[in-house]
């Protein structure tokens, strides 16, 4: 007993100690790292627009061949990927971490500042307005709480920085990665990453590593360290269902012409009840939730009242009995709808017809064929003709009810085991630096193209996500917190510096 608990007290000790060496480390590198974070949000990141992509680039290049990497530039026939690459020694295991370095696109109208790629710091007064900090007195004493508004702030420039940052500390600290490191720079991801998608094959062994980190998305809400184990994947569809073969006159032909909006209505209400749950046959085969896995769920520290405040709802829906539940299940989702004309443009017609764009979110156990299969089926089974482009006027005069639909490649779901050798190898590298356990996270709700390299490589995937929650992610006005600007540089140190066993 005695030999056991001093083990525990030397492990708490040392835990305690190597974070409280790394707190100091980066408050004091922080000024400096903060000013080349500036510095690389300051050029545009649209990949709409190549010679932009080609500036950042260069940066990359630069950047990290300073750090003692080896930078290939892997041209595509859209825009380079960056691979940077440190090999510590070749017995060692080798890890691959994606980032990426292009923004979504920006509409300077709507974004609080004269530009959305000149960062601006802010707080917050205590009536909640954000108000501007100039950059000198940010400079001379970031405050956690205090926030860089700017594309790309923390999508995904922020944790390219803490990782630079990182490995500027780990050369002060006098220590090398604990495994041989390879980083791709994605250009493209926001834009479904085409230009990675076409060097899978070639590359290949370049790309080849034992295990994958995805630095991308935010943290959990609490800010707490987090690793989430997988992500959905995506599947789309577009319905139109028809009426006359022009618009009528709702005076002549309202009650005689069939009003496709409501047929349209019909249909979609079909395919879920009220509470949310898809009434589509066979939608949900294959997922099994046993009570291990309920646990890990609702061990999450998840607040539904602090959730559906943020949203502004009354109740949720009941395909899960909580919110990490709800994401092991795909979902069914209307992503838009048009008939006819609204507004100022509101015409008294019957509409000629209704088009629906739907997504389909996925989970390793569920196709996204397979489920799009399902969707064409139940459509037929609403007693509707099923073709993928327009009627005819024969197939009109024909068929009471037509429908128009056509689907859209999926990119599917990854999942890695909890306890996988990766999963326990990260949970201990974060439990060292922070002294507790990280939030983990089964599956999250969104999709990351980077699923066709996990599959190329066949290696197991976690993401880290270190931004916060709340920074606005591809809308205007996206922000990074700088706490969590510090503790993503001391979760990169943590897991550097962890073996992999």
């Not at 992500?231 to 139109?240: M, V």
């Not at 969104?446 to 880290?464: D, K, N, Q, W």
Request: net charge negative; with cysteine.
């Amino acid at each position: 007993m005695k030999t056991t608990f001093w083990i525990l007290n030397f492990l708490f000790v040392h835990t305690l100690l190597f974070s409280q060496n790394i707190d100091a480390l980066v408050m004091k590198k922080l000024p400096e790292a903060l000013k080349e974070h500036r510095e690389f949000v300051s050029l545009p990141c649209d990949a709409t627009y190549p010679e932009d992509m080609t500036a950042n680039v260069e940066w990359m290049k630069d950047a990290f061949t300073r750090r003692g990497f080896e930078v290939s530039v892997l041209e595509t026939e859209t825009v380079p990927l960056v691979l940077a690459e440190k090999i510590v020694d070749a017995s060692l295991p080798t890890v691959l971490f994606y980032l990426h370095f292009d923004g979504q696109p920006v509409d300077p109208s709507v974004w609080d500042q004269e530009d959305p790629f000149v960062p601006v710091v802010k707080k917050q007064n205590s009536a909640g307005e954000w108000e501007v900090v100039s950059y000198e007195e940010f400079l001379k004493k970031p405050d956690p709480e205090h926030r860089i508004f700017g594309r790309a702030a923390a999508d995904d420039k922020g944790p390219i920085l803490m990782v630079l940052t990182a490995m500027d500390l780990m050369k002060q600290l006098g220590r090398t990665p604990a495994f041989n490191m390879k980083i791709l720079l994605d250009g493209e991801e926001e834009k479904g990453s085409a230009g990675l998608k076409t060097t899978l094959e070639a590359n290949k062994k370049k790309y080849a590593a034992d295990h994958i980190i995805i630095m991308d998305g935010p943290a959990h809400p609490t800010n707490r360290p987090t690793l989430t184990f997988g992500c959905r994947g995506i599947a789309s569809a577009t319905l139109t269902v028809y009426g006359a073969q022009l618009p009528q006159h709702s005076g002549h032909f309202g009650n005689y012409a069939p009003n496709p909006a409501f047929r349209m209505a019909h249909l979609l209400s079909s395919m879920k009840d009220e509470d949310g749950r898809v009434l589509i046959d066979g939608f949900y085969d294959g997922i099994q939730l046993d009570d291990k896995t309920r646990k890990v769920l609702s061990d999450v520290p998840d607040k539904t009242e602090d959730i559906n405040d943020r949203l502004a709802i009354a109740e949720a829906e009941k395909v899960g009995s909580n919110y990490q539940e709800s994401l092991q299940y795909p979902s069914l989702n209307i992503r838009g709808m048009a008939s006819a004309w609204i507004g100022k443009q509101t015409r008294t017609i019957v509409p000629d017809k209704a088009t629906a764009q739907l997504g389909i979110r996925l989970v390793p156990e569920s196709d996204g064929d397979r489920l799009l299969g399902l969707l064409r089926s139940h459509i037929e089974s609403q007693g509707f003709y099923v073709i993928d482009r327009e009627p005819t006027k024969e197939e009109r005069l024909k068929h009471k009810k037509i429908a128009t639909f056509t689907g859209q490649k999926a990119v599917n779901a990854f999942r890695t085991p909890l306890d996988s050798p990766t999963g326990n190898w990260l949970t201990g590298a974060l439990k060292k630096v922070y002294g507790e356990e990280p939030v983990r996270i089964r599956t999250m709700g969104g999709t990351v193209p980077v699923v066709l390299l996990i599959e190329s490589l066949g290696a197991p995937a976690v993401i880290v996500p270190m931004v916060n929650m709340d920074n606005n992610q591809h809308s205007p006005n996206e922000n990074l917190r700088v706490g969590n600007f510090i503790n993503g540089v001391k979760t990169c140190i943590g897991i550097f510096s962890q073996p992999i066993n």
